[in-house]
Nanobody
Framework: VQLQASGGGLVQAGGSLRLSCEASGTGFSLNRLGWYRQAPGKARELVASFSSGGAVYANSVKGRFTISRDNARKTVELQMNSLKPEDTGVYYC??????WGQGTQVTVSS
């Protein structure tokens, strides 16, 4: 399984970005795809993922971020609205926290 993330960039506070992760290969479930992020000097943390009960979000992004998936295209996306400077970091797509994509940088300026 390989994960290819894209869509990061530089945006002003209050703006929006949409991240996309394309999965290739077999032997995994799209239900296990999710997004983590790592800010400079901080540990990697969960942003959003799918669980058996549906989508799960970090408290800090609830109401602003939305995770979605397209089973036919094998993609999972993260729509990020009302971005804040504290959302800055490298965003990683993951399959079950076992397989990781290369990361995409998100920078939110104040």
């Amino acid at each position: 399984v390989q994960l290819q993330a894209s869509g990061g960039g530089l945006v002003q506070a209050g703006g929006s970005l949409r991240l996309s992760c394309e999965a290739s290969g077999t032997g995994f479930s799209l239900n296990r795809l999710g997004w983590y992020r790592q800010a400079p000097g901080k540990a990697r943390e969960l942003v959003a993922s799918f669980s058996s009960g549906g989508a799960v979000y970090a408290n800090s992004v609830k109401g602003r971020f939305t995770i979605s998936r397209d089973n036919a295209r094998k993609t999972v996306e993260l729509q990020m609205n009302s971005l804040k400077p504290e959302d800055t970091g490298v965003y990683y797509c993951t399959a079950g926290s076992v397989i990781w994509g290369q990361g995409t940088q998100v920078t939110v300026s104040s």
